[in-house]
């Protein structure tokens, strides 16, 4: 073997590393799937390069906070994810996970909605990881298992109640065998239907098995509103608890009322990571998506249909409209259109943007990959925070944009070779164009890729090239520890 040949060689472009360094101009070589080399490489040669000129190579996103669960194994291309530059998703996210889960048991909403009928049973995380290991996807997974799953498993459909001390031995067992199998955590989803009878003592039990491993504790807070204050404090005490970390999932502040309350929540963030460890995640967008609601804080303001399974002609059109045209008020609609989802205009902009801006705010895009009409965040959040927030808004130098969506998510997510461009890395690296790299998913257009984005590598495979998929599937199962 020639030490001076590589598989890859990615030429003349400028590094921005991941942990947000200054910026310098380098070649990568990239052999057997890891960086070898970064420096200056002229009389290197390689079987393939990358005129990287001009443009910025950084490492391979990682999306702290995905619903990919089903969509790795049923559109294991990842389009919509590679597009932007990811090469790594966390899955698993706000209670909901593809295992562990009973042959033929009905499922209900939010846990549906990544359902499909051609979606594999896995009554043990084990073999939902084997499934991923054994058809890969383009991306990288880690995965948690989630807390409504769990409940759904061990209670059936009687969830309107606290778990027993039986159901929860259940749950605990289920969790212990995630975390043999290599899961990274375990979320939970307390704002959620099949969740919102869960005692904080429920969650603490159920999460024993994460503490001998440090095992992360991720969620979806009760509350993102009027109580997202006594939310936050009920995530701090469970991670206190089990003494784990914890990461809170998509922060933000819902409804009028509770606008520029962001001040507070981050103040209070910043406190209480003097005592334990907190990592927190964001999406750059006012309008948030979920499971159609009917109550009225959620509907409230602009909704738009995502999706709806008895009416898919809906998906696309403004509530208000849809309730116009039927002569109901807007609850009666969201329920006729159940089940499905909506994208909520509830937040405000200052407020995203102070959680974007905060020091320890990964980017995670929280796209749910269903439907026509998705949220544009399942396309756009990448280039949206690097295009709009870094370079036209100006909120943080290019440096610590990339950072927030890769050194910073790797360490907080524990995701060791990854997240940073050095030496013996994972070849995962993203070369875009920092003047023109922007998000082209709008509401009305979400499934648009971003332009600017010149090549994307996954473990030393391009796999995004001159905005076409390469066809490339060569992600891996990242597990706990490994
Ligand atoms: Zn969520
Ligand atoms: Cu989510």
Redesign the pocket.
Known sequence: MNANHYDLLIRGGTVIDGSKAPRFDADLGIRDGRIAAIGDLAGASADETLDAAGRIVAPGFIDSHTHDDQALLGQPAMAFKVSQGVTTVIAG??GISAAPLREGMALPMPLTLMDTPDTPRFTRFADYLQALRHRPAAVNVAAMVGHSTLRATVMGDDLDRAATDAEIAAMRAHVEEAMQAGAIGLST?TFYPPAVKATTEEIIEVSRPLSERKALYVT?MRDEADRVLEALDETFRIGRALDVPVVV??HKVMNRANHGKSAGTLAYIRESMRHQCIGLDCYPYTAGS?MIRADRGMIEERTLIASSEPHPEMAGRELADIAAEWGVDRAEAARRLQPGTAIYFLMDEADVQRILAFDETMVGS?GIPVGDKPHPRLWGTFPRVLGHYCREVGLFPLETAVWKMTGLTARHFGLQGRGSLQVGHHADVVIFDAATISDAASYAQPTLPAQGIDAVIVNGLVTWRDGAHTGARGGQVITRGA
């Open positions: 996210n706000c989803g979806h999932s998509h979920t929280d």
